[in-house]
């Protein structure tokens, strides 16, 4: 785990202590949210843990729980504020999907109809076998002894 209290050189981490401003929208013993500063949409808004974990597998299941209980009143409260039609729920974890920030956390991201921001992203099917070879893989992470961790 590479769980921490304070990684000074973490953005998230500085603003949880105050050394970053920020427009805090919430704030627990264990979690805050605040406006991006660089958002998608007006209203976009960052779920952060107050303790610094690289990303959303390395959160404590515990904290993780804890933020997962805010996302209703958060998403309810984005999209009433910005007026909009639905909201994008995100994690970005890891470089791959995006994730540039080495902290984990959740994006809220007001949608609006005719808005930019392009979505569906593209889909495909499965192969032969591949569906069910995939989830006996998942299936067996899950039951392995390092899924509890």
Known sequence: MSGHAYD????????????????????TDDAVAFL?????????????????????????????AHLGSLVPRLCRAVQA??????FHLIVNNGRAAGQT????HWHIIPRFQNDSVH?????????????SQIRHR???ALNSPNAAN
């Not at 000074?8 to 704030?27: A, D, T």
């Not at 976009?44 to 390395?58: G, W």
């Open 81 to 86: 504020a910005s007026g909009a039609d639905g």
């Open 36 to 64: 991006d500063i660089n958002p998608v949409n007006p209203g976009h808004v960052l779920l952060v843990p107050k303790t610094h974990h690289l990303n959303l597998t390395e959160l404590p299941e515990a904290i993780a």
């Open 138 to 140: 998942i299936e067996r």
């Open 119 to 131: 979505w569906p992203w593209p889909h495909t099917q499965y192969a032969g076998e591949e569906l």
């Open 101 to 104: 920030v080495d902290h984990g």
């Open 8 to 27: 000074p050189h973490c953005p998230f981490c500085r603003i949880v202590r105050g050394e970053i401003p920020s427009s805090k929208v919430l704030e």
